[in-house]
DNA sequence: AACGGCACCTGGTCGC
DNA sequence: TGCGACCAGGTGCCGT
């Protein structure tokens, strides 16, 4: 589910709403998540305050005294914030971050492709240390994206949502990019020029922008804590679409397993 | 080393 | 109304 726009709204909103940052508790309800919850975070993080909140990719982290709190959303996880302790759990609640002041963020996942994990050290996190740099910094530019580019056969929608090379970009903002930079989802990486590679950087930098000023994209599941959709969803201009601006038909192409909407007439 | 495809899950929708 | 097929925003891992 969310793409880099929508964790970061996420991550704004517990910023937000969290007042009391000491952990009272963290209750497993249901482990059985993409990896099973381990069972000595509750005693991991018993206590702990929260130092910050912050992004990573699509991975939220929660800096604590000692170690981190690393989650992800996978396709359908939602966090909730709930200021009732007696509030009945949910069909695919997973786990409770308990705070002093009885406030409570629960997290749900109905396909249970998301994650939690305690480290100490971030660096050394299997899932945090292997991704690429950050699309809205400075180091993700057209140079770079040239180089990383530069011999691979793969398609470069591909490319684009390989969280080792740049991190955030899953399949909507992939063809939304694509488009705004009038590149074909399926042109080999390597047969990008420098100017290509100046647009996409531009369009992707664009995209999440805009998408997080917006909120994120909601098209199913996605939420912010406090229950509202994002609006971006209003503003996509191929994902979903069956006519392109231009008047032509959009066309999908099945990409890695993944639907790619492109135009065949605005994008090269 | 690089790449394609599968697996992990649940639920919604569509056609018969 | 029921049932099977197919679809969904992610990504680690396996085989080639």
Redesign the pocket.
């Known amino acids: 589910?969310?793409?880099l726009p929508?964790v970061e709204t996420v991550v704004k909103a517990i910023n937000k709403s969290i007042k009391s940052r000491q952990i009272n508790k963290f209750k497993i309800i249901n482990s059985?998540l993409?990896w099973t919850i381990s069972s000595y975070i509750p005693s991991k993080t018993k206590d702990n305050y929260i130092k910050t909140i912050y992004r990573r990719?699509?991975?939220i982290i929660f800096k604590l005294d000692i170690g981190y709190l690393i989650i992800?959303l996978?396709?359908?996880g939602i966090i909730k914030f709930i200021n009732d302790k007696d509030l009945p759990y949910e069909?695919?609640d997973h786990f409770d971050i308990e705070f002093k002041d009885g406030y409570i963020l629960r997290y749900n996942d109905?396909?249970?492709?998301g994650s939690v994990h305690y480290c100490k050290n971030i660096d050394n996190q299997f899932?945090v240390k292997?991704l690429g740099c950050e699309p809205l910094d400075d180091t993700f530019d057209k140079f770079y994206l040239k180089r990383v580019c530069q011999?691979?056969?793969?398609?470069i929608k591909?490319l684009i949502?390989n969280?080792?090379i740049v991190t955030g970009?899953?399949?909507?903002y992939a063809c939304e990019a694509l488009f705004i930079s009038e590149i074909k989802p399926h042109k080999k990486?390597k047969s990008l020029t420098l100017d290509n590679c100046e647009k996409l950087v531009n369009a992707i930098k664009f995209v999440l922008k805009k998408s997080i000023r917006d909120g994120?994209?909601?098209?199913?599941?996605?939420k912010s804590l406090d229950g509202k959709p994002?609006y971006f969803k209003q503003k996509l201009l191929v994902y979903g679409k069956q006519l392109c601006g231009c008047g032509n038909e959009i066309k999908?192409l099945k990409i890695?397993?993944?639907?790619s909407f492109y135009c065949n007439k605005c994008q090269k």
Not at 110 to 113: A, C, I, L, P, Q
Not at 151 to 155: A, L, Q, R, S, Y
Not at 169 to 172: A, K, Q, R
Request: no cysteine.
């Open positions: 589910m969310p793409e929508e059985k993409r990719g699509k991975y992800h996978g396709m359908t069909k695919h109905v396909r249970k492709f899932l292997k011999k691979k056969e793969i398609p591909n949502m969280q080792t970009i899953g399949n909507i990486s994120g994209t909601t098209l199913k599941d996605f994002g999908i890695g397993g993944r639907s």
